[in-house]
């Protein structure tokens, strides 16, 4: 074996070594209702451990800990949010106890519409943490109003309003789960304009010029992933143009984001009504992504509505 061999399998070694002694720490926040609690369970299903309602001020302790216990705790989560009362205002100061200490860290924020929170709050019949006075959609704006500089620095924002728990677990598994965390995770989302926008976006692109298959009569039944409305959106001279600038645009962007530090991008495709356009050009999107070797999920928001 190589002298030069040796050295580079001694610092892969090296590197391996330095990996698993460092912390996995995922920090849960997001609006009331919207699924920390069960994004903790998931979580913890993968091997996390976890700590829900965690104070702001004790995260820094709480890091210390992980950072002193040399790997025997290599992954780890929190739920922070506004049921700390006035300690949550004190949540900026303590991420950057945590920068300081070199902690790596995602925050997960978990958000939904409000007309789905205020439906949750009256089925589950639990109290909205904040002050009684109001209704439940004023408190729920209010705490959307304190979260937005924690959303602001989200790592990752994922929109539960159209999420069964299955497919919350889908998303968690794909984004925490085993072999997870290296270069960045690119989610394609097709969705329909009149069901509204999808809260998790960073990238969104309009496909209601394109042809549309609904007014053809032999694609009208069909959906995105069929080859021949695939073929009407992104053949037509209009498709092509689009495809070439969607293309160019997506290239430049996605090593922007990933310079800038972020790990998961979300792109989202809309059309009127999420079944045609928006995801054949999505699964168009998906392939040519993928190609590149980036690693890309799929998800057809509204392919399935009536």
Not at 156 to 175: C, I
Not at 294 to 299: G, K, L, N, T
């Amino acid at each position: 074996m190589s002298a030069s061999r040796t050295l580079r399998e001694g610092e892969a070694s090296a590197a391996r070594s330095q990996e698993r002694g460092r912390v996995h720490f995922v920090l849960v926040t997001g609006l009331s209702g919207a699924g920390k609690s069960q994004a903790a369970h998931v979580l913890e299903d993968l091997g996390f451990f976890c700590v829900d309602n965690l104070p702001p001020t004790l995260l820094p302790r709480f890091a210390e800990l992980l950072l002193h216990a040399r790997g025997r705790v290599p992954r780890a989560a929190a739920v922070v949010d506004i049921r700390s009362g006035e300690f949550f205002e004190t949540l900026s100061e303590a991420l950057q106890h945590l920068d300081a200490l070199g902690l790596r860290y995602r925050i997960l924020f978990l958000d939904a519409s409000d007309e789905v929170l205020v439906r949750r709050f009256k089925e589950t019949r639990r109290k909205h943490p904040l002050a009684a006075t109001g209704s439940v959609l004023d408190r729920i704006r209010e705490e959307r109003r304190r979260l937005e500089p924690v959303r602001e620095r989200a790592h990752r924002v994922l929109d539960t309003s159209d999420m069964t728990p299955a497919q919350l677990r889908s998303e968690l598994r794909a984004a925490f789960g085993p072999g997870t965390g290296v270069g960045l995770a690119v989610t394609v989302v097709s969705f329909g304009y009149k069901h509204g926008l999808p809260l998790d976006a960073d990238l969104v692109f309009d496909t209601r010029f394109l042809p549309n298959p609904h007014y053809v009569e032999s694609l009208r039944d069909r959906s995105g992933l069929d080859p021949e409305v695939r073929s009407y959106v992104l053949e037509s001279p209009q498709g092509q143009a689009f495809w070439r600038r969607m293309v160019d645009l997506v290239s430049f962007l996605l090593p922007e984001f990933e310079r800038e530090g972020k790990t998961d991008v979300t792109v989202a495709v809309g059309c009127t009504g999420g079944r045609h356009r928006s995801v054949a050009v999505a699964e168009e999107l998906v392939r040519m992504l993928r190609g590149r070797g980036y690693e890309v999920r799929a998800r057809h928001r509204d392919l399935h509505r009536e």
